[in-house]
């Protein structure tokens, strides 16, 4: 909250910082927003199957224990790294968040690997993370709430919608504070283990129907 905080009021000021950052967000923000919406019928005809999303699990996990073990740990370069990231850097995040549009990708983890590839420390990436979360989760949803139109309220009825808006604002909350702090420590091996058997699973029983 105090980095939105401190974002919002920035802006309206003009402080230069706060446009350097808006603007990396911004550059992160724009690859997977850009292939998304040009190719998010291909995607929906194509991709969303079981198979697909077991094997991204799999491959996911693979990847995260791949990176972690060429991508030593490292210790923040300036006290505020999220505050001085640079366009390639945010590129870079943005870049591996496309790989987020196949269903079974973890957006949060390929922006953080896409942190850390571009020399981020864990914290550092993680927060950026979700931050890029922010911006493309709201224009996902206000996307998807136009596509609807008037059959918007019949989808997603006013009371359930709200109970469910509150309920994933507090579980957010807690996990993302949460998780911070643990990927700081411990980085993201126990997610790779986690992906490589929930997605080994599915296609061993794919296999054995």
């Known amino acids: 909250f105090g980095r939105i905080r401190d974002l919002l009021a920035g802006l309206c000021r003009g402080k ?50 791949v990176a972690e073990h060429l991508l030593p740990k490292k210790s923040p370069e300036c006290a505020d790294e999220v505050g001085a990231i640079s366009w390639r850097a945010a590129l870079t995040v943005g870049l591996c968040q496309c790989f987020a549009l196949i269903p079974g990708t973890s957006r949060s983890l390929a922006t953080i690997l896409g942190g ?16 890029v979360g922010l911006l493309t989760l709201s224009a996902a949803s206000i996307y998807k709430m136009w596509a609807l139109g008037p059959a918007l309220t ?6 359930p919608a709200s109970v469910g808006l509150l309920v994933a604002a507090v579980t957010a909350f807690i996990s993302v504070k949460w998780l911070v702090g643990y990927v700081s420590r411990n980085g993201l091996g126990v997610f790779a283990w986690y992906r490589i058997a929930l997605g080994g699973a599915i296609l061993a029983i794919l296999a054995l129907k």
């Open 16 to 65: 230069r910082a706060s446009l350097d950052l808006a603007l990396a967000i911004l550059v992160a923000f724009l690859p997977a927003a850009l292939l998304g919406f040009l190719f998010k019928d291909v995607i929906t005809a194509y991709l969303f199957s079981v198979e697909v999303v077991a094997a991204a699990l799999l491959v996911g996990g693979l990847v995260i224990l």
């Open 116 to 131: 850390r590839v571009a020399g981020l420390s864990h914290a550092a990436a993680t927060e950026f993370s979700f931050l």
């Open 154 to 159: 019949q989808v997603y009825p006013a009371g």
